[in-house]
């Protein structure tokens, strides 16, 4: 089998999820979809930390906790889907590269229903965790890949070349088809850079 990675990028209840193999100056892209994490009809389950502000503390851990144990259901059955049919494919994934904000670490359930800004960071933070859970308890190692950052990470993977992976990743577009958003392109970036690391190349 091929060694491949995943990179996820994640927004509130969905996310682009994309697998790459190969060489990094002719990747190729063995997967790619939305995968959705919420059911849609249950109340507040797209942006929970919104929902409950307002809330009493204790109503809105109950809340949140419901909404989390749906959420966990459906990325397990996601993610599951995904390995199976990328095995199918004969690739084995090796690691998830998830893409992260620059954001600080979250307080305590009070402190964050305190301010506005720390519930939008909540909920990106929310939906990731339960994505990054469903990996590693398929047995998928997760690093973090910080956005802002991404663009030096890929010059110090990649060196000289780093410029031609980026315009390469950009025009696969024109092979794959549609969509081929900035969240594909930025989630096939970091998944080639973490299956061009050694470290996560299993034999």
Not at 122 to 151: H, S
Not at 177 to 188: H, I, L, R, V, Y
Request: glycine fraction near 8%; charged fraction near 25%.
């Amino acid at each position: 089998m091929k060694n491949a990675a995943l990179g996820v990028r994640m927004h509130s209840g969905w996310g682009v999820l994309v697998c790459v193999s190969g060489d990094p100056a002719t990747p190729e892209i063995v997967d790619r979809r939305r995968i959705v994490i919420i059911e849609p009809a249950m109340e507040g389950a797209k942006q929970p930390y919104h929902f409950v502000d307002g809330l009493g503390l204790e109503e809105a851990e109950r809340h949140l906790q419901k909404c989390e144990a749906v959420s966990q259901r459906l990325a397990m059955q996601a993610i599951r889907e995904t390995l199976d049919e990328i095995s199918d494919r004969n690739h084995r994934v090796v690691g998830c590269a998830m893409l992260l904000p620059s954001g600080r670490a979250l307080p305590a359930l009070p402190n964050i229903l305190a301010s506005h800004a720390l519930v939008h960071t909540a909920e990106g933070e929310f939906f990731r965790k339960v994505v990054r859970e469903a990996c590693e308890r398929c047995r998928i190692p997760v690093l973090g890949f910080r956005e802002r950052a991404l663009t030096e990470r890929a010059n110090a993977t990649f060196g000289q070349a780093a410029a031609g992976v980026r315009r390469h990743i950009a025009a696969l577009g024109k092979t794959v088809g549609s969509p081929w958003t900035q969240d594909e392109k930025t989630a096939a970036l970091a998944a080639l850079m973490l299956v061009s690391d050694r470290a996560f190349k299993w034999d």
